[in-house]
């Protein structure tokens, strides 16, 4: 019978130590949920501002482009792109003329 005691006492202890190491590892894993959260959050909020700033360059974008538009119209419409070509390459379109 003492035997029988002994062995559940010692069976007792490991399950005693078994369970506070297993919690111990889930206060660990606790502690690491809570700092991935934090840095899920803190990403979040960056993914946001970068968002609003895509919003931002794409409405300027869309300006500049309409904008690019109507200088392309006005340009065709008076006959100036060999002017604007010249403009923008002189040196080109100056050993075209010097040929």
Same mark, same amino acid.
Request: glycine letters at 2%; hydrophobic letters at 30%.
């Given at each position: 019978m003492r035997k029988k005691e002994i062995a559940a006492e010692h069976d007792t202890s490991a399950k005693d130590e078994?369970?506070?190491?297993?919690?111990?590892?889930v206060h660990e894993l606790q502690a690491e949920q809570l700092k991935w959260r934090d840095e899920r959050s803190a990403l979040r909020k960056t993914i946001d501002k970068l968002q609003s700033q895509v919003r931002g360059?794409?409405?300027?974008?869309?300006?500049? %482009?309409? !904008?690019? &538009?109507?200088?392309?119209?006005? *340009?065709?419409?008076?006959?100036? %792109?060999? !002017?604007? &070509?010249?403009?923008?390459?002189? *040196?080109t379109n100056t050993k075209k003329h010097r040929r």
């Amino acid at each position: 019978m003492r035997k029988k005691e002994i062995a559940a006492e010692h069976d007792t202890s490991a399950k005693d130590e078994k369970i506070n190491r297993l919690t111990e590892q889930v206060h660990e894993l606790q502690a690491e949920q809570l700092k991935w959260r934090d840095e899920r959050s803190a990403l979040r909020k960056t993914i946001d501002k970068l968002q609003s700033q895509v919003r931002g360059l794409t409405d300027q974008l869309s300006a500049i %482009k309409t !904008k690019y &538009d109507k200088v392309m119209q006005f *340009i065709e419409m008076f006959d100036l %792109k060999e !002017k604007l &070509d010249t403009f923008l390459h002189p *040196i080109t379109n100056t050993k075209k003329h010097r040929r």
